[in-house]
């Protein structure tokens, strides 16, 4: 306003040319002043991208509104400071615990590039130092192939040796997604002793079953052998003839160690077949065609004994990949069994069948009834070979099973109430 004044109501050419000076240099310091403002505010948000909180700004000296501005920028960055402070101790406390739980610890995405390796895994597989998992196929192949092969639940037993000792690494494996980018957590523990002394418990039990099943037979046996010879050895010394009754006596014990011989024939017999099961030949079956099956061959049982029997498939198209014979063998044994439980139940007898997905997308199987149940004591020995609660059986039926989920890559458990019943689970 005031230089309109002055070139239009006071025609002076220096004053004119003053005044328009004066204009531009407050045009320019505007200018500058907007673009400083601009500067700091672009260079604070640079600091935030890439967490370079190094920089303070002065909150003296300068205008008040810079000043207040200012102001803030420091208490925003001393904010960020501190909680990029709190997230590298958390990082480093973390770290710390990765590197030193005993139980080894490796991340890796999909092209087998390693993230994470703590102290404990390259104690395990004998590295010092590893980028790519692939690098450890010169000293396991199969520990590689089960860490590409596993999904999330999934489990897997890998042995091999170094430095002469053998080693069985036990392996579980759990798929994330971090940031859009997909990669595996596995942990690796070595269960060389645990498994020792479990082979060792087997040992002993096994052995505790056999002496205890052939003490059995070979007692009676020899002391009907016994009384035998001693009838056989008076009368040739004595020169006497044997009497009918006598030998009729003599007949009725040799009778009786047939009997015996026979089942304690039999016993081992069961005991050599509880170590040859085959190899399964894995193939997709749908569930609800191998139960199927299964129904038709124990319909006639079922309703012999007046046995109702629910059949839940979820989702209907349900399939897992099995040898379909050793799994028949596994499902008549369970369902066999759990019919055999409901014997003492006089009005209600009742079997649930349920095949699912569970929370690890695993196929499972779970068989229920409502008969007795197991007690505890029984329960922790139902898988030992040659263990039974009923009176007529073997023993080895759900030893056999056992071993048949193993070699699907599978588990079988059992839980039990008493006087509620009884479920077997079976997970592929």
Known sequence: MLLAYVVFKVPNGVNTFFLTLVFILQVY?????????????????????????????????????????YAEFNSVIKKFREIRADKEANYHYFRTI???????????????????????AKKLLGVDSINNVFELSKISPKFVESLIKLKTGGSDLVEFTREGTRTQLSIYVIELVLRGEEFKLVSVQNIQSELEEKEMDAWQNLIRVLTHEIMNSVTPLSSLAATVETNL????????????????????????????????????????????????????????????HILVLLKHELGKKNVKLSLDINPKDLKFNIDKELLDQVLINLLQNAIHALDENEDDKHII?????????????????????????????????????KKQGSGIGLSISKQIMRKHGGAISVKSVMNEGTEFTLRF
């Open 29 to 69: 310091l505007l200018i500058r002043a907007l673009d400083k403002t601009n500067k700091e505010i672009a260079g604070f948000l640079s600091s935030i991208k890439y967490d370079d909180f190094s920089h303070t700004y002065p909150t003296t000296g300068n205008s008040p509104s810079m000043d207040a501005l």
């Open 98 to 120: 990765v590197q030193h739980v005993g139980i080894g610890l490796v991340t890796f995405n999909k092209s087998g590039d390693i993230q994470i390796i703590n102290s404990s």
């Open 233 to 292: 050895v008076d009368n040739i010394e004595d020169d006497v003839p044997i009497e009918r009754e006598e030998l009729e006596d003599i007949y009725l014990a040799v009778q009786t160690i047939k009997r015996r011989s026979e089942g304690l024939i039999r016993f081992v017999s069961d005991f050599r077949n509880l170590t040859k099961i085959p190899q399964p030949k894995i193939a997709e079956e749908h569930v609800s065609k191998v139960m199927e």
């Open 353 to 389: 069948i349920r095949a699912f997905k569970n929370e690890y997308d695993r196929t499972t199987l779970a068989i229920r009834d409502n008969g007795s149940g197991i007690d505890e004591e029984a329960l922790s020995k139902i898988f030992i070979p040659f263990f039974t609660t």
